[in-house]
């Protein structure tokens, strides 16, 4: 890339080095915008006869070219590509989602010095028309062969971000305690509507029981048949782990135990388990609190039929000091 001032008249194609401002101080025109036939009118009328211009050299590509070709491809699902001035682009969430980053590779795209691409954190969910990510060149051209290389990572490791949509969510709850499962649905009940309320379209199907493993497993039976996308059990009690009340009635419908314990603070003594497809979490105390907690981060992708892995539930530790 090079910097030379030109006539007016050969201005048209090329890119604004600096922003041109109009005599009263606004702006006219930024810089790295490429300039037109319209615009090279528009300067001429106001006096211009003369423009400093940037040219592109061979084995290079223009910020907008480069940030419109990598914007295409780092996403998938709900999403729209919006450019925006000054050699950026903007993905938009184009309904209610839960988005997926891949944190790896979002590191070592970001590795180059020509491109910066910015998300929004994993497991967040969105509504319609939030800004997802913005990806955003370096001035004026990048170098085609580093634009290649991270195209090419990007077709060989898939999408660096999914705006998994969040469709007609049903959220089944259970409400339980070793005496009075209507007292735990009343200390818990309005905690529980703070943090599900913020989702579009959510339907919900709540019981209540007593905190045994007999009358527990026959209530997530229940709640079971209505085929919710997710469960969660809030009980009076603070678990032991699997062995407990609850975990027991989930061994005992057939769950499968994918972890206990998330390095999460409040939240550590989560209790994921999936019945086929359907996740069941039981996560003590995180009821009493409409504080940010476990639930709310394993929820959206919940929601949006995600089916998290032990395994991610133990990279959460990163920033899992919520409180």
Not at 222 to 227: A, T
Not at 246 to 271: D, Q, S, T
């Amino acid at each position: 890339m090079r910097a030379l001032t030109v006539d007016i008249q050969e201005a048209s194609g090329r890119f604004l080095c600096s922003t041109i401002f109009r005599p009263s101080g606004k702006k006219l025109m930024a810089k790295g915008h490429q300039l037109t036939e319209e615009d090279v009118r528009l300067l001429v009328t106001e006096g211009m006869s003369e423009v400093w211009v940037t040219e592109l050299e061979e084995g290079e590509v223009s910020e907008d070219d480069a940030v419109l070709q990598m914007s295409a491809v780092i996403g998938c699902g709900s999403l729209e590509v919006r450019p925006a001035p000054g050699g950026r682009a903007n993905l938009l969430a184009t309904e209610p989602a839960c988005v997926l980053v891949d944190d790896e590779l979002l590191r070592q795209l970001n590795c180059t010095s020509s491109v910066a691409i910015a998300t929004l954190a994993n497991y967040s969910y969105v509504t319609t028309g939030v800004r997802v990510a913005t990806v955003k060149s370096a001035p004026f051209a990048v170098p085609t062969q580093q634009l290649e290389t991270m195209l090419s990572m990007l077709q060989e490791r898939g999408p660096l971000l999914q705006a998994r949509p969040v469709r007609s969510p049903f959220l089944g709850l259970l409400y339980c305690d070793p005496t009075s499962g209507e007292r735990a649905r009343q200390q818990l009940e309005p905690v529980v509507r703070q943090k599900t309320d913020g989702y579009a379209g959510l339907r919900r199907f709540a019981m209540h029981c007593i905190e045994d493993e007999a009358h527990t497993a026959q209530a997530l039976l229940r709640i079971l048949s209505y085929r919710p996308t997710a469960i969660l059990v809030a009980s009076t009690t603070a678990p032991a782990g699997p062995e407990d009340a609850v975990g027991r009635a989930m061994v005992r419908i057939g769950c499968h135990i994918e972890r206990f314990m998330a390095p999460v603070e409040p939240g550590n003594l989560l209790l994921l388990g999936y019945k086929d497809d359907i996740p069941i979490v039981s996560a003590p105390a995180c009821f009493r609190s409409p504080r940010q907690n476990i639930v709310d981060l394993v929820l959206p992708p919940m929601l949006s039929r995600y089916r998290v892995s032990g395994w991610e539930i133990s990279g959460l530790g990163l920033g899992g000091l919520l409180a």
